[in-house]
């Protein structure tokens, strides 16, 4: 007896969080994130940089400087750091209008009346299936669908694709 095409899912998944890790992914989309990336930690030594100078001035203070001597130059980082914090504030009311908009969607689509369901006749003839056919091939937890080259659906149950069938066993 050989063994299945495709092992079973593991319960609870191994896999969680669902990562991409090893996506082909186009080029420009790693020079982009590598842009952003660096983009933001240049953002992030701004926002620092008074911190930073601080650190430096304790370290000068250490040594034996005054600190009447030590400029650091707290207004031009202000007014370096005011187009940035208005970025920063649009950026946070963009996404606060988002949560709105995503809330009241949500409420909308949970509030909306269910469709009705499909009738077999209809889902049957997009499946180019009778609708006993179609009847049939819901009824086993384990189905192989085939397209044929007409366009057809052809359903086999109780087999995982790539096994062999079971009169062939």
Request: aromatic share 8%.
């Amino acid at each position: 007896m050989s063994a299945p095409a495709y092992p079973p899912p593991a319960y609870p998944p191994t896999d969680w969080p669902p990562l991409i890790t090893r996506a082909q992914r186009p080029r420009w989309v790693l020079w982009r994130d590598a842009l952003i990336t660096f983009f933001m930690w240049g953002v992030l030594a701004l926002i620092l940089w008074s911190e930073l100078a601080v650190v430096a001035e304790a370290i000068q203070v250490l040594r034996g400087k005054s600190d009447a001597q030590i400029d650091l130059e707290l207004q031009l980082f202000w007014r370096r750091m005011q187009p940035l914090i208005g970025v920063i504030a649009v950026l946070v009311l963009l996404l606060f209008l988002s949560l709105l908009v995503s809330r009241r969607r949500r409420r909308e689509a949970l509030l909306a009346p269910q469709p009705a369901p499909l009738p077999r006749a209809a889902v049957a003839r997009v499946a180019r299936m009778s609708a006993d056919e179609l009847l049939a091939a819901k009824a086993p937890q384990v189905v192989t669908v085939f397209e044929e080259a007409d366009g057809r659906y052809r359903v086999e149950a109780g087999r995982l694709s790539g096994q062999a069938p079971p009169s062939a066993r």
